[in-house]
């Protein structure tokens, strides 16, 4: 778990989290309450952060999953080949 914090939180992935979260957030709020932003009605404000928070944390998730896991590869074959 630890791990999986620490790869998270480096600024490559938080970086990339983030432009993936501007991208598919504002399609998701365009999508889920286009009408009222067009029109001025009243949004949910809980589900706009969310469209942004979900896919933050899936991006942020996927590529620490990912990094750990080149590592752990990476760590192994370097310890096979000695």
């Not at 939180?9 to 009408?35: F, H, R, Y």
């Not at 933050?56 to 896991?69: F, L, P, Q, R």
């Amino acid at each position: 778990m630890l791990k999986l914090m620490q790869a998270s939180l480096s600024w490559c992935i938080v970086k990339n989290s983030l432009k993936i979260a501007l991208v598919v957030g504002t399609l998701l709020n365009l999508i889920n309450q286009g009408e009222s932003l067009l029109h001025s009605d009243k949004i949910s404000w809980f589900h706009f952060l969310l469209n942004y928070l979900v896919p933050y944390c899936v991006a942020s998730y996927s590529a620490a999953m990912n990094e750990i896991g080149r590592r752990g590869i990476d760590g192994e074959r370097s310890e096979s080949a000695e």
